[in-house]
Nanobody, 120 residues
Framework: QLRESGGGLVQAGDSLRLSCLVT????????FGWFRQAPGKERELVAT????????QYTDSTKGRFTVSRDNDKSTVYLQMNSLKPEASARYSC???????????????WGQGTQVTVSS
């Protein structure tokens, strides 16, 4: 299971750190993706992190402001979001997969998500 936390209502320019607690899986054997979905829009990639240390990827809209990381000892994946913009408002979900894919359909296990709302 994956359980996200850390979402909330913030103002533009603020920061949030999302957490994804992983249970029932050996975290260091899997890659993880963070995705978001706003009402009426398709789910989109935010960031991924591979099962090996050091490989991360971001999109043009998140690179430089968001940082994905993992703590295998705590069985938790994080998404640090800085300088948040109103267009970042969405439900954020983490997903587990065998590799750090871009496509959400390639991930096998999903959390229920946590809502992030950024006011202008």
């Amino acid at each position: 299971q994956l359980r996200e936390s850390g979402g909330g209502l913030v103002q533009a320019g603020d920061s949030l750190r999302l957490s994804c607690l992983v249970t029932g899986h050996t975290i260091n054997r899997f890659a993880f993706g963070w995705f978001r979905q706003a009402p009426g829009k398709e789910r989109e990639l935010v960031a991924t992190i591979s099962w090996t240390v050091g490989r991360t990827q971001y999109t043009d809209s998140t690179k430089g402001r968001f940082t994905v990381s993992r703590d295998n000892d705590k069985s938790t994946v994080y998404l640090q979001m800085n300088s948040l913009k109103p267009e970042a408002s969405a439900r954020y979900s983490c997903a587990l997969g065998v590799s750090d894919y871009d496509a959400p359909e390639k991930y096998d296990v999903w959390g229920q998500g946590t809502q992030v709302t950024v006011s202008s």
